[in-house]
């Protein structure tokens, strides 16, 4: 089936049942203590329940889909890469750091409570990822547990996501060319892109030298994610994104549509979803989820 024709409403269909399907998840594993624990757990739910796109859990459970693995199966491992990056918006909605005040159309964690319950919240749903990851519910296996934990640490750590951040932090005052915002981006948004990609081949047991197509897709939309949201910081409705936008040029920030201008940015963001697309020749129907992925992540408005 060609990308074109893979329905929109099934992209929808589907983002709204993972998005309910990881709230599930979420749900069972943050059970609210009878205890003086409870604020940080009603916290922890705050940020994790009900809002967000899911696009990282959906391209675990596609990728994973691809190769038979077990839904709920799946599901575990995708809230894991959710609980990271909810844990690092969080973190990042700081005062410390960008000092938002809305996300995902409700207050930032630290505004609905407090900044020293926002960093534990954080903390803890850093550890419930591994948390989840380790558990033989997740998986029998102990070596696919082992890669999926270690996947996951090298995405979230100083080699991934948090080393783009700090990149994205000493942005307003350095001098970053395309090449260097190439890399913080590759770090900051698309490794745990490309983790959750990796994660539903390592569910199932597709071996390392089996992935290279996978990763090169992930590689490209991960790009493509970041320019779409260069974009939208420029040209987006606030409302429609639930956050402040604009945030970027009026920190004097380098930014792929800052240094190739939008039109062109644009245009290498649909390149490199077509590009993205290719990878996945060699598989039939059963990829158009992820096909239908890699357009929504230019199109998107939110």
């Known amino acids: 089936m060609a990308l074109e024709s893979v329905p929109s409403d099934t992209l929808g269909a589907g983002l709204k049942q993972?998005?309910?399907?990881?709230?599930?998840?979420?749900?069972?594993?943050?059970?609210?203590?009878?205890?003086?624990?409870?604020?940080?757990?009603?916290?922890?739910?705050?940020?994790?329940?009900?809002?967000?796109?899911?696009?990282?859990?959906?391209?675990?459970?596609?990728?994973?889909?691809?190769?038979?693995?077990?839904?709920?199966?799946?599901?575990?491992?995708?809230?894991?890469?959710?609980?990271?990056?909810?844990?690092?918006?969080?973190?990042?909605?700081?005062?410390?750091?960008?000092?938002?005040?809305?996300?995902?159309?409700?207050?930032?964690?630290?505004?609905?409570?407090?900044?020293?319950?926002?960093?534990?919240?954080?903390?803890?749903?850093?550890?419930?990822?591994?948390?989840?990851?380790?558990?033989?519910?997740?998986?029998?296996?102990p070596f696919t547990r082992a890669e999926?934990?270690?996947?996951?640490?090298?995405?979230?750590?100083?080699?991934?996501?948090?080393?783009?951040?700090?990149m994205d932090m000493v942005a307003e005052d350095a001098d970053y060319d395309l090449h260097t915002i190439t890399r913080l981006q590759q770090l900051k948004t698309g490794a745990l892109?490309?983790?959750?990609?990796?994660m539903g081949a390592i569910l199932g047991k597709v071996a390392p030298e089996g992935r290279a197509h996978l990763r090169a897709y992930a590689r490209d939309i991960g790009l493509a994610f970041q320019i779409a949201d260069d974009l939208l910081d420029l040209e987006g409705d606030e409302e429609k994104a639930g956050k402040a936008l604009r945030k970027d040029e009026g920190q004097g920030k380098a930014t792929f549509v800052s240094l190739m201008g939008a039109k062109k940015a644009r245009e290498q963001a649909h390149a490199l979803?077509?590009?993205?697309?290719a990878h996945l020749v060699s598989h039939g129907e059963e990829a158009d989820m992820l096909r239908a992925l890699a357009r929504f992540i230019v199109e998107r408005d939110r």
């Open 193 to 198: 892109l490309a983790a959750s990609v990796e």
């Open 18 to 141: 993972v998005q309910a399907e990881i709230d599930s998840v979420f749900d069972a594993f943050l059970t609210v203590p009878d205890d003086s624990r409870a604020r940080l757990v009603e916290a922890m739910r705050y940020a994790a329940i009900g809002g967000g796109k899911r696009v990282r859990p959906l391209l675990l459970v596609s990728t994973a889909e691809l190769f038979g693995v077990d839904r709920t199966t799946a599901l575990r491992a995708g809230a894991a890469v959710e609980a990271i990056h909810v844990y690092s918006l969080i973190h990042d909605d700081l005062p410390c750091m960008d000092d938002d005040d809305m996300r995902h159309g409700k207050l930032t964690l630290h505004k609905a409570f407090d900044e020293a319950t926002a960093v534990l919240a954080g903390d803890s749903l850093h550890a419930l990822a591994f948390e989840i990851l380790s558990d033989t519910g997740t998986s029998s296996d």
């Open 273 to 277: 979803v077509d590009q993205a697309v």
């Open 148 to 166: 999926l934990i270690a996947t996951l640490a090298t995405a979230s750590g100083k080699d991934g996501m948090a080393g783009g951040q700090i």
